[in-house]
C-alpha cells in the first residue's frame, strides 16, 4: 500500500491551497481517508475525514473553510483548504483505515497507512 501526499507549498493568509493523496494497493472505496497535519513541537492532530459512505468529518479549527473529497475512481482523495491561516502552517499527512466506526475517525492509532507528508506554509 502506498500514499503519496501533494499539493503542499507557501501561501499567504487568506489564500489557498488544494492537497492531493493518490493511493495504491488498497481497497480505497472501503477505506476510510483521513488528512492529520503536525506542526514543530505539536502532536499530530486531526483535520478531517471522509468514510466510504462519504460522510465528513472535520477539525472545529478547519471547519467551514476546508473541504475533503475522494475520487473512488482515481483511488485519491484532496483537500481543499481556503482562507488559510498561519496556523495552519504545518505538515499535512494523508492517511486511510478501514471499518472505522464514526466515534474513531479523529483517532490517529485508527489509521493503517501513511504517506510521507507534504509541507503547507501560511504567512501573515
Known amino acids: 500500500v502506498q500514499l503519496q501526499a501533494s499539493g503542499g507549498g507557501l501561501v499567504q493568509a487568506g489564500g489557498s491551497l488544494r492537497l492531493s493523496c493518490a493511493t495504491s494497493?488498497?481497497?480505497?472505496?472501503?477505506?476510510?481517508m483521513a488528512w492529520f497535519r503536525q506542526a514543530p513541537g505539536k502532536e499530530r492532530e486531526f483535520v478531517a475525514a471522509?468514510?466510504?459512505?462519504?460522510?465528513?468529518y472535520y477539525a472545529d479549527s478547519v471547519k467551514g473553510r476546508f473541504t475533503i473529497s475522494r475520487d473512488n475512481a482515481k483511488n485519491t482523495v484532496n483537500l481543499q483548504m481556503n482562507s488559510l491561516k498561519p496556523e495552519d502552517t504545518a505538515v499535512y499527512y494523508c492517511?486511510?483505515?478501514?471499518?472505522?466506526?464514526?466515534?474513531?475517525?479523529?483517532?490517529?492509532?485508527?489509521?493503517?497507512?501513511w504517506g510521507q507528508g507534504t509541507q503547507v506554509t501560511v504567512s501573515s
Open positions: 492517511a486511510a483505515g478501514q471499518y472505522i466506526i464514526s466515534s474513531a475517525i479523529r483517532t490517529t492509532s485508527m489509521y493503517n497507512y
Open positions: 494497493g488498497l481497497t480505497f472505496r472501503d477505506s476510510s
Open positions: 471522509i468514510r466510504w459512505n462519504r460522510s465528513t
